[in-house]
């Protein structure tokens, strides 16, 4: 089993930045696939970046050049910069790495205030 804890959500302004991490524990060597996805109240859950094993990245189109992902392996973390925060922003995000089978992370709320 996988267990996946995240931490760094919060409240901040428009314009703000959060750091959001995914740290794994568990029967794990190392996280192939790393996702965030983010789900906003009445809205269907959606990806909003991956990391492959190789460390190939993708962005959904609304956060492009404003989040970065990335991978710790030593640490079996995933992260996610988010820079220039807006109010659409707003969302519980999920973490979802691919070991064997996906596991996903309990979830953090992101608030952005205008």
């Known amino acids: 089993q996988v267990q996946l804890v995240e931490s760094g959500g919060g409240l901040v302004q428009a314009g703000g930045s959060l750091r959001l991490s995914c740290a794994a524990s568990?029967?794990?060597?190392?996280?192939?696939?790393g996702a965030w996805y983010r789900q906003a109240p009445g809205k269907q859950r959606e990806l909003v970046a991956s990391i492959s094993s190789g460390d190939t990245t993708t962005y959904a189109d609304s956060v492009k050049g404003r989040f970065t992902i990335s991978r710790d392996n030593a640490k079996n973390t995933v992260y996610l910069q988010m820079n220039s925060l807006k109010p659409e922003d707003t969302a519980v995000y999920y973490c979802?790495?691919?070991?064997?089978?996906?596991?996903w992370g309990q979830g953090t709320q992101v608030t952005v205030s205008s």
């Open positions: 979802k790495v691919y070991v064997a089978n996906d596991y």
């Open positions: 568990g029967s794990i060597f190392r996280i192939n696939v």
